[in-house]
């Protein structure tokens, strides 16, 4: 097999040939007739409403859509509720005691919750958060490891009505508080720790700096998982396992509007604080549902693994959410790749007989580095399909996923989607997509993607130019958290009519989708959004810098690397000491993710006349490209220096 699958690579290289989907593969299939994109298109609505019914309501809806652009309504008038959707709905039928969640803990530890499990622990956790005066409404921040008690309290959130935002446990006390702050939540979710690569991430105590500067906040609710000794303030502070002691198992599920918020998350803008993407439940939950059951081509005996953390839109899109509407068994483990050794994920897979794996390019990357002899020491031969998100996924990852992990027989589905979309918007179907590596090919059924000019004019096949979606879909973010103005600024003021989505794409002569990266100022460092300003604020946040300019610089494994050039204050010395403090500022502010990987002292930035950074050119500089335009320079020599400095830097 491996020598069939090192055949196909070179012809690969050399024909730039496509992988269709095996036999086996169209036979078994969700789906396999092309004829649903044509479907689809005809009447989208129908397309939706039809997913729509294979999921309970209370209510049902009287008209698919209300669309005032750029204000949508989908499922009007429907009243359902997202996690009767997950569990209650499989409680009747033999699924009561198939595996829900699969979790495996850092050191090892593992727990395995059926859905009658999971369906009780999340009832008993609504009736806890209903017992400390949460109600439907209430905003309730979650900041924790990936611990089981994670899904159960964004499941909880969902059964009463209460709109999560879920915050990375590896933000910073800053960024959660921000967050707090900026949802007025009322309970705070978290854990006296987490385990990382062998240490504890002390959760409870960047918690409880956040608090300090969290008015709204009332409880703190805390899951004891390291057992290490945590403060608990008297009245606010509470034990997980003291409150769900004794607590009910009989909490009904609240009947929701379609249009109610199911739950907020941050993410990084190109200017500003972060924003506070909202979704609501119905439309939210027919995306997850449709994507997950065709993308995935999700069956009853599958056992799913997706590696993100709940923290960003794919832990809730496609690790919570989506599996579960679609009765599966969810894979979810706390720790990374490389604890303790280098082949922890193929372990996973070989322990619990994973079939469909779906991670980042960032991860491939780092896989490929490390070499093939680490999943080579694992049974991988229950996989049967793989998908990757976060990031454009270079054709060389691609194959090498496909060849190493897949052992060229399991299709790669590249889907692209972002926190705002909901759910994947453009991706292969496994059982109908002829695979090209490095292209996220087409838009899901039910999805319209162009690629528009400057002027919002489709360009032709064969060009390149700025994704565009041209039709509302059910999983759309619905507006930023308390800033319309911002949600209609941002998505759909930059083209009439269209939203635009910020990235770049071309599309090749039959169609096909080639994603280019973010146009404006957001980076993405291993598949996290992080904008240059928040990070530039962070830098500026310190007495002894002047002025910063952050951009994303290639990277062979993080995608983008963070670059700052760093304007320091008259009469402080640019040390290596200096660098090493900024450097860690910028990760206490904002969180280690954002910790910059270079940074050049710089007497001056390059400035337009109107004072404009023109990050443009400090790209050129860290990339080593040959200087662009550079006649809108105030002070043209500035760039020459900066090469110096650079250059310096790197040696
Ligand atoms: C990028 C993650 C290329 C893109 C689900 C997008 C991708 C941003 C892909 C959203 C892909 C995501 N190919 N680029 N398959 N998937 N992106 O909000 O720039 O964390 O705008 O959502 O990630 O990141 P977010």
Redesign the pocket.
């Known amino acids: 097999m491996a020598s069939e699958a090192n055949m196909a690579i070179e012809a690969l290289l050399e024909e730039g040939r496509t992988f269709p989907p095996s036999k086996t593969f169209i036979a078994n299939a969700h789906v396999s007739d092309p004829a649903i994109y044509e479907r689809a298109r005809q009447n989208p609505e129908a397309f939706w409403s039809s997913w729509a019914e294979e999921l309970h309501w209370f209510r049902r809806w009287d008209k698919v859509l209300d669309w005032d652009v750029p204000w949508a309504k989908w499922f009007v008038d429907g009243k359902t509720n997202m996690a009767y959707n997950c569990l209650d709905r499989h409680l009747s039928t033999f699924r009561k005691n198939k595996a829900a969640i699969v979790w495996e803990g850092e050191p090892g530890d593992s727990r395995v919750l059926t859905y009658w499990d999971l369906y009780r622990e999340v009832c008993k956790f609504a009736n806890v958060l209903k017992g400390l005066g949460v109600e439907k409404g209430d905003r309730i921040t979650i900041y924790m490891p990936m611990i089981p008690e994670l899904a159960i309290a964004m499941l909880a959130c969902a059964r009463i009505g209460a709109p999560h935002s879920v915050v990375f446990g590896g933000f910073s006390s800053e960024a959660l508080r921000d967050r707090i702050q900026d949802a007025e939540a009322k309970v705070l979710i978290t854990a006296d720790g987490g385990y990382r690569r062998g240490s504890i991430v002390p959760l409870k105590q960047n918690a409880d700096a956040s608090m300090a500067e969290t008015p709204s906040l009332e409880k703190a609710v805390v899951v004891r998982r390291t057992g290490q000794e945590v403060l608990m303030q008297d009245g606010r502070d509470l034990w997980w396992h003291d409150l769900t002691a004794d607590a009910s198992q009989d909490c009904p599920a609240e009947e929701m509007d379609a249009e109610d918020v199911l739950f907020l998350l941050y993410?990084s803008g190109t200017t500003g604080k972060p924003k506070g993407?909202v979704h609501t439940t119905g439309g939210y939950m027919v995306g997850t549902y449709a994507t997950t059951k065709w993308v995935f081509d999700l069956k009853d005996e599958d056992t799913y693994w997706c590696s993100a953390d709940c923290g960003?839109?794919?832990g809730h899109?496609y690790l919570v959410y989506g599996p579960l509407l679609n009765d599966a068994t969810s894979v979810m483990f706390e720790g990374t790749p490389d604890y303790p050794e280098r082949d922890r994920f193929w372990s996973i897979i070989e322990k619990y007989g994973v079939n469909i794996l779906y991670t980042a390019?960032t991860a491939i990357r780092t896989f490929m580095r490390w070499g093939e002899e680490w999943p080579q020491r694992r049974d991988l031969s229950s996989l049967r399909l793989l998908g990757?998100?976060?990031?454009?996924?270079n054709p060389e990852a691609w194959v090498w996923y496909w060849q190493n992990i897949g052992g060229g027989r399991c299709p790669v589905v590249?889907?692209?989607?972002?926190?705002?979309?909901g759910a994947?918007m453009?991706?292969p179907l496994p059982g109908i997509t002829n695979l090209k590596p490095g292209s996220?090919t087409f838009p899901f059924p039910g999805v319209e993607a162009d690629v528009v000019d400057e002027a919002g004019n489709s360009v032709p096949l064969g060009g390149g130019g700025y994704l565009v979606l041209k039709l509302p879909w059910p999983s759309m973010l619905r507006t930023i958290y308390g800033d319309p103005d911002r949600y209609v600024q941002t998505y759909w003021s930059r083209y009439p009519g269209m939203y635009f989505?910020?990235?770049g794409a071309k599309r090749d002569e039959q169609g096909y989708l080639w994603?280019?990266?973010?146009v404006d100022d957001?980076l993405?460092v291993a598949?996290?959004?992080i904008s240059t300003m928040e990070v530039e604020s962070a830098l500026v946040d310190h007495h002894a810098v002047a002025e910063a300019a952050v951009i994303g610089r290639s990277h062979d494994v993080k995608g983008q690397a963070i670059c700052a050039f760093v304007t320091i204050k008259e009469g402080v010395e640019g040390s290596s000491d200096l660098i090493a403090t900024l450097r860690d500022h910028v990760a206490t502010k904002i969180g280690a993710i954002a910790r910059p990987d270079d940074i050049i002292f710089a007497a001056e930035l390059p400035k337009t006349r109107s004072g404009k950074i023109m990050r443009r050119l400090l790209r050129d500089v860290a990339e080593g490209h040959a200087l662009g335009d550079t006649t809108t320079l105030a002070d043209p020599s500035v760039v020459e220096y900066l090469k110096g400095q650079y250059e310096e830097h790197e040696a």
């Open positions: 993410t993407i960003w839109v794919t899109s390019p990757t998100v976060g990031e454009p996924i590249d889907t692209w989607w972002q926190t705002e979309t994947i453009i991706t996220a989505t910020g990235d994603l280019l990266g973010r957001v993405n598949g996290h959004r």
